[in-house]
Structure formats: structure tokens, C-alpha cells
């Protein structure tokens, strides 16, 4: 009962705009498509939070699609992470759809979620097309578990960091130098 009333404050918070809350971390909090629905009716107002951590948090494909409805009007938000969720390659269309409108948002996790490769491949046609994403996005990542090459990098330096010199990759990540 505790732990629901703190994840209440903290939506709350959210809810008004408090200016001292700049990250939320909603780890493990069971909110479920209603939860993340609740969540992006707030987030669309919300002009402070920059940080928002959902992972494990059972967010399908309509969760993904209110989240991907808030992403497009919010513009504050610079992290996203939704990984280890239930997110499928329809929720992956809501949210790469919500891409090309987001002028703010740097980093996108939906590692571990259901997306395959057709999902997938939604998501890496914005990569491959440059100007597609908004401005911000820099990383974006959907594969996990044993798949290989989950972080796709930086969207328009992606292309340039390559074309001029090699860059290390281990099996995880991908680091871009300048």
C-alpha cells in the first residue's frame, strides 16, 4: 500500500508540473497500459521532467501508443527508457510515428520488449533515412537479450563518425568519438 501511495505522489508531481522534479523513476511499478495511459496525459503539459524510466513496468502496445501520443506535443523530455516491457512491433510503430514530431528527446531504450525485426526494421528506417527523427534523438536502442548490435547510435552523426574513421564496437555498444 506504501509503495503505491509514494508512485501516486510521484505522478502527482508529474501532474502539476512540480519544477523540482526533473526525473522520475518508475522501475518495477506494475503500471500497466492504464498506468502508462495516466502517465502520458501528464507528460503532455509537463515541461520539467527530462528523465522518465519505465522498464518492467508491463507496458504493452496501447501503453506505448498514449506514450507515443504525449511524445509528440511534450518538450521537455529527454530520456525515455521503456525497456523489459510487453511493447510489440505496433507499439514500436506509435512510437517511431512520434519521432518525427519530438524535438527534444536524446534517448529512446526499448530493449527487451516484444518488438521482432519487422518492428525493428520501422526503427531503423528512421535511422537510415537522417533528417527523419526529430533534432534531439541521438540514441535509440530496441534489441536485447542474445541479439547482437542493440544500440543504434546517433542518428545523422551516425553516418558522418563512420564514413570518416572506424570506430570500436563490442558486442553492446556502439561509441562514437569525435
Sequence with gaps: ????????????R?????????SLDLEWAQLGDGGAAQLAR?????????????WSNRIGDEGAAELAGALAT????????LSHNAIGDEG?????????SN???????????????AGGALLDKLRETGGAWGSALEHLSWRGGEEDGW????????QCALA??????????LHLQQ
Design 1 to 12: 500500500m506504501r509503495a503505491r501511495a509514494n508512485i501516486n505522489a510521484m505522478l502527482q
Design 14 to 22: 508529474v501532474l502539476y508540473d512540480d519544477s523540482a522534479c526533473h
Design 42 to 54: 501528464r507528460l503532455d503539459a509537463n515541461t520539467h521532467l527530462h528523465t522518465l524510466r519505465l
Design 74 to 81: 511534450n518538450t521537455s523530455l529527454t530520456l525515455l527508457n
Design 92 to 100: 514500436a510503430a506509435e512510437l517511431a510515428a512520434a519521432l518525427g
Design 103 to 117: 524535438t527534444t528527446l536524446a534517448t529512446l531504450d526499448l530493449r527487451a520488449n516484444k518488438i521482432t525485426a
Design 151 to 158: 544500440w543504434l547510435g546517433q542518428n545523422r552523426m551516425l
Design 164 to 173: 570518416r574513421h572506424s570506430t570500436a564496437v563490442d558486442d553492446t555498444e
